[in-house]
């Protein structure tokens, strides 16, 4: 009997063990970038040494991102267009959101993330704002690109 409850309990240890590997791949994973799911490859054998080769020596889509984000920053910052920051809206904690290029909207461009929040213009003129969320809209919009809100105003 005593040999039946040593086997249990050290099922239930090893259990224990790769579920806690698991989870700590898991966010790794997740902080990289990339899908927290892959967590679960790191008990397969080759499989984990693939992926941590990949994790070694692969850029990680959270540094691409940063990068993306730095060059666009870099872009403002030579064409003088930083201006006064505006505060936007708060996102959930975590989000890093990039919104309206001034090729293509003229809006601006916010990044957030937890602890900054800034707007940057793309213009030296004034746009209207949205009354819901304070977002800069383009002239003769009808409804606020972020929460969708009617502007009362005509189309063109």
């Given at each position: 009997m005593d040999e039946g409850v040593a086997i249990i309990v050290t099922i239930i240890v090893v259990i224990l063990a790769l579920a806690f590997n698991i989870l700590i791949w898991w966010m790794i994973f997740k902080k990289a970038g990339y899908g927290g799911a892959l967590g679960l490859l790191m008990i397969v054998p080759l499989v984990?040494?693939?992926?941590?080769?990949?994790l070694?020596?692969?850029?990680w889509p959270v540094l691409r991102e940063?990068?993306?984000?730095?060059?666009q920053l870099a872009y403002y910052s030579a064409r003088g267009n930083l201006g006064t920051p505006q505060a936007v809206p708060a996102r959930p904690q975590g989000s890093l959101h990039v919104t309206g290029a001034p090729e293509t909207s003229g809006m601006g461009a916010s990044f957030q993330s937890p602890g900054l929040t800034q707007t940057l213009p793309t213009s030296h003129e004034s746009h209207p704002t949205c009354q819901s969320c304070g977002t800069n809209v383009s002239p003769g919009a009808r409804f606020c690109p972020r929460c969708g809100a009617n502007l009362g105003q005509p189309g063109t």
């Amino acid at each position: 009997m005593d040999e039946g409850v040593a086997i249990i309990v050290t099922i239930i240890v090893v259990i224990l063990a790769l579920a806690f590997n698991i989870l700590i791949w898991w966010m790794i994973f997740k902080k990289a970038g990339y899908g927290g799911a892959l967590g679960l490859l790191m008990i397969v054998p080759l499989v984990n040494l693939i992926l941590l080769l990949i994790l070694a020596f692969g850029k990680w889509p959270v540094l691409r991102e940063l990068e993306q984000l730095r060059h666009q920053l870099a872009y403002y910052s030579a064409r003088g267009n930083l201006g006064t920051p505006q505060a936007v809206p708060a996102r959930p904690q975590g989000s890093l959101h990039v919104t309206g290029a001034p090729e293509t909207s003229g809006m601006g461009a916010s990044f957030q993330s937890p602890g900054l929040t800034q707007t940057l213009p793309t213009s030296h003129e004034s746009h209207p704002t949205c009354q819901s969320c304070g977002t800069n809209v383009s002239p003769g919009a009808r409804f606020c690109p972020r929460c969708g809100a009617n502007l009362g105003q005509p189309g063109t």
